[in-house]
């Protein structure tokens, strides 16, 4: 509701951020909008992460932006789609982030995937696909230090999370279940202090004890 409030105040964004919100919009690339993303950079701001873990990087809009926000942090970052791969390792030269981003081309799920996790991380940001976030969250939270930060997104799934079973689309009705049933369960494990935002499309903000 508020969003172009928001952005009414915010700073012209550099030309590569421009030309990948275009892109995004032209090719339904589901990035984070405008005032989600400014509200997550702020809450990224104050945990000041120096080792990102990125699940869904579609074209790298996320990756960049919190690079650019951050500028002692590394962000390794994962995605499965091939042509959202090749845009986001464009985007991410033109950005001048190639150190400090490291884009791997995998299923996150697949074993491929593992190399990522012979490190630590202070902070891991799932955005990728909503039925599989347990799964996600399952291989990858091992690697996050205590006080380290869990962020999820999309936890609203556009209103869809508020529907009756009948109303939801069949197709969407178990990634919607399960949705619920990790946000359900997160908020209760109690190895986390987490909390649901209202943030964007729904933010989950789970810190590490
Ligand atoms: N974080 C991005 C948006 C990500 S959109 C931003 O805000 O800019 C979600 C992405 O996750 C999609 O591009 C999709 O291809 C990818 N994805 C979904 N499931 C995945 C998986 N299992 N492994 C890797 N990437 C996955
Ligand atoms: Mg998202």
Redesign the pocket.
Known sequence: MYGAYIEGFMEEKDSVVQE?EQY?AQHY????ENDA?DAFLGLLTIQQPTAIL????????????MAQRLPEASIV?????AE?FEKAVQFIDAAGCQERIRIIE?????QE?DVVVDKTYDAL?I???KG?YRR?FDKYSPAIESKGVIYC?NMFMHGMVLQEEQDIPKRKRTMIRKLKEFTHWLMSHPDYETTLLPIGDGLLVAVKK
């Open positions: 990948m995004a690339v589901p990035i984070m993303i990125e699940i869904g990087s579609a074209i790298g809009y996320s990756a960049i932006r970052t994962i995605e499965r789609d959202r995998a299923d996150a799920l697949a995937a940001f955005d990728a696909a599989q996600f997104d």
